[in-house]
């Protein structure tokens, strides 16, 4: 953990009990002396840092001793067009694409997506608080969703696409917005919708999952 969100970061004092005592103290063993920076939601980019004065048996008393502005972000903006799966296979990934810096998020509603999966922006937001926290990172993932790429493509009509084709990612490849589609992959009509867009593939034989892909592709640009 690099810092912890506290509704009261930025005061002199703060008074931690229940979840936030357990994980401090019972989990990461943190005795008196020790020093844990805070932010807080409402000014994420101030960060605060603590000494823990006094413990007691269900609170410990932190005390402020210095606090600075200090904003952690990706170097470059990554937005990802992904066609819409499962959430659980969403979750399993989505801390991993938050600590490799992708910005946004929009997912899709393409051919093959299967239309009774929606997207839990509320999960995602509480999966990238917590990864947010681990990581260090302070910007905030955003989420949005779009009926199709055909929407999609002409709202961002620079999008790069993953696909299988002869063309390989380079690691100097400087994209702004990537399109990953679903399992099984894109229709015949979205691939012909799609055939004027740059379109690349990775540099291996396997075929891979789209979350996977999602994963590969933004550590390849971003990392």
């Not at 509704?7 to 005592?21: M, P, T």
């Not at 790429?149 to 100097?172: G, S």
């Amino acid at each position: 953990m690099i810092y912890l969100f506290h509704a009261d970061a930025g005061k002199e004092q703060l008074r931690i009990k229940g979840e936030d005592f357990k994980y401090l103290i019972k989990v990461r063993r943190h005795s008196v002396g020790d020093r844990i920076a805070f932010r807080n939601k409402e000014e994420i980019e101030k960060l605060y840092n603590y000494e823990l004065s006094e413990l007691a048996p269900r609170e410990a008393l932190f005390t402020l001793q210095s606090s600075e502005i200090s904003e952690v972000s990706a170097k470059q903006k990554l937005h990802i067009g992904w066609c819409v799966i499962d959430n659980k296979s969403i979750e399993k990934v989505l801390a991993s694409l938050n600590e490799i810096g992708v910005a946004k998020i929009t997912f899709i509603y393409c051919d093959r997506s299967q239309k009774n999966f929606k997207p839990d922006f509320k999960r995602f937001e509480r999966i990238i608080e917590a990864s947010n926290q681990q990581c260090g990172r302070t910007e905030r993932m955003e989420f949005c969703t779009h009926k199709s790429i055909e929407a999609f493509v002409r709202e961002y009509p620079e999008t790069k696409v993953f696909d299988f084709c002869d063309k390989t990612l380079e690691c100097e490849s400087d994209f702004e917005t990537v399109l990953i589609g679903c399992e099984g992959g894109f229709s015949p009509k979205e691939k012909a919708f799609l055939q004027n867009q740059e379109v690349f593939r990775l540099a291996t034989p396997m075929v891979l999952r789209s979350e996977s892909a999602a994963v590969a592709v933004a550590s390849k640009i971003l990392l």
